[in-house]
């Protein structure tokens, strides 16, 4: 199956992965918090786990395992507590998790470069898992769950990709940032610009856990902060000579190919909303 996959086009298998992913996970979304949490604990862990075996493509030597660890707990405990579930205090548990990563590389006797990558470690866990823990801020009040929220931030992503991609392919001239994404272009970044405030319009009439202009701030942070975010995991792939994060999801590569304008977009949208509600 994916031998038969990998010999469609690229946009045939972006079609056929959207077909079966994005159903269920909208379903996931929707259900109940809980179903929710399981789906982006998944991502979290997944996507974790791909950034730090692309490290090690570059004979790097991060502390996967704790640090994937580090970053599932840490999700887990903003969801509970964030859910009323648990004590706020419990977020000091979060200290001495990262702090015991020193220990740790104090026993790691093949690594030549430990202070290298204990950061690279924490990287792993500042730029992917707080990322997708913030998350948990976003539809998790004191009001209840806010499907509609998470679900309005990835609308509005994937109409960005989609813009992009299609007004970059047939109308791509100009050069956005040939040093780090060579096929990157304007025409592409305002085409996602526009398809983001076309679908920024329409959530207005549907979802109402937002002001109207509160989505079309949401959706100006996606298509900047988005964009910025897919070039700067096009600058770490060029760093360690890779073109695709991974190949577990057909036409887009890997999970952080498919989530890395999320990654760097939800702290500014949390943030946003956080002062401005």
């Given at each position: 199956?994916t031998?038969k996959?990998?010999?469609?086009?690229n946009?045939?298998?972006?079609?056929?992965?959207a077909?079966?992913?994005i159903?269920?996970?909208?379903?996931?979304?929707?259900?109940?918090?809980?179903s929710?949490?399981v789906?982006f604990?998944?991502?979290?862990?997944?996507?974790?786990?791909?950034?730090?075996?692309?490290?090690?493509?570059?004979?790097?030597?991060?502390?996967a395992?704790?640090?994937?660890?580090?970053g599932?707990?840490?999700?887990?405990?903003?969801?509970l507590?964030e859910?009323?579930?648990?004590?706020?205090k419990?977020?000091?548990?979060?200290?001495?998790?990262?702090?015991?990563?020193?220990?740790?590389k104090?026993?790691?006797?093949?690594?030549?470069?430990?202070?290298?990558?204990?950061?690279?470690?924490?990287?792993?866990?500042?730029?992917?898992?707080?990322?997708?823990?913030?998350?948990?801020?976003?539809?998790l009040?004191?009001?209840?769950?806010?499907?509609?929220?998470?679900?309005?931030?990835?609308l509005l992503?994937?109409?960005?990709?989609?813009?992009?991609?299609?007004?970059?392919?047939f109308?791509?001239?100009?050069?956005?940032?040939?040093?780090?994404?060579?096929?990157?272009?304007?025409?592409g970044f305002?085409?996602?610009?526009?398809?983001?405030?076309?679908?920024?319009?329409?959530?207005?009439k549907?979802?109402n856990?937002?002001?109207?202009?509160?989505?079309?701030?949401?959706?100006?942070?996606?298509?900047?902060t988005?964009?910025?975010?897919?070039?700067v995991?096009?600058?770490?792939?060029?760093?360690?000579?890779?073109?695709?994060s991974?190949s577990?999801?057909?036409?887009?590569?890997?999970?952080?190919?498919r989530?890395?304008?999320?990654?760097?977009?939800?702290?500014?949208?949390?943030?946003?909303?956080?002062?401005?509600?």
């Amino acid at each position: 199956m994916t031998s038969k996959l990998t010999n469609l086009s690229n946009l045939t298998q972006r079609i056929i992965a959207a077909v079966v992913a994005i159903p269920l996970m909208v379903f996931m979304i929707f259900y109940n918090q809980w179903s929710y949490g399981v789906l982006f604990l998944l991502i979290t862990l997944l996507t974790q786990r791909e950034f730090y075996k692309l490290l090690k493509l570059d004979e790097n030597l991060p502390l996967a395992f704790y640090g994937t660890f580090c970053g599932i707990l840490i999700f887990v405990l903003t969801f509970l507590i964030e859910a009323n579930l648990l004590s706020f205090k419990y977020y000091y548990v979060i200290i001495p998790l990262l702090t015991a990563t020193f220990f740790i590389k104090l026993y790691k006797k093949n690594d030549k470069k430990p202070f290298l990558n204990l950061g690279y470690t924490f990287l792993g866990i500042i730029y992917v898992a707080m990322p997708f823990a913030l998350i948990n801020e976003l539809v998790l009040q004191d009001s209840g769950y806010k499907p509609q929220l998470i679900m309005g931030c990835l609308l509005l992503l994937w109409a960005n990709d989609t813009g992009a991609y299609f007004a970059g392919r047939f109308l791509g001239r100009r050069k956005l940032f040939e040093r780090v994404s060579p096929k990157k272009t304007w025409e592409g970044f305002f085409g996602g610009a526009i398809t983001s405030i076309i679908v920024a319009f329409i959530l207005t009439k549907y979802f109402n856990d937002l002001l109207d202009w509160q989505w079309y701030g949401v959706a100006t942070i996606i298509f900047t902060t988005g964009t910025l975010g897919d070039l700067v995991e096009s600058l770490f792939k060029r760093s360690i000579s890779i073109k695709d994060s991974g190949s577990m999801i057909p036409g887009h590569g890997g999970f952080m190919d498919r989530f890395d304008g999320l990654l760097l977009s939800i702290p500014f949208i949390v943030t946003f909303l956080k002062i401005f509600s």
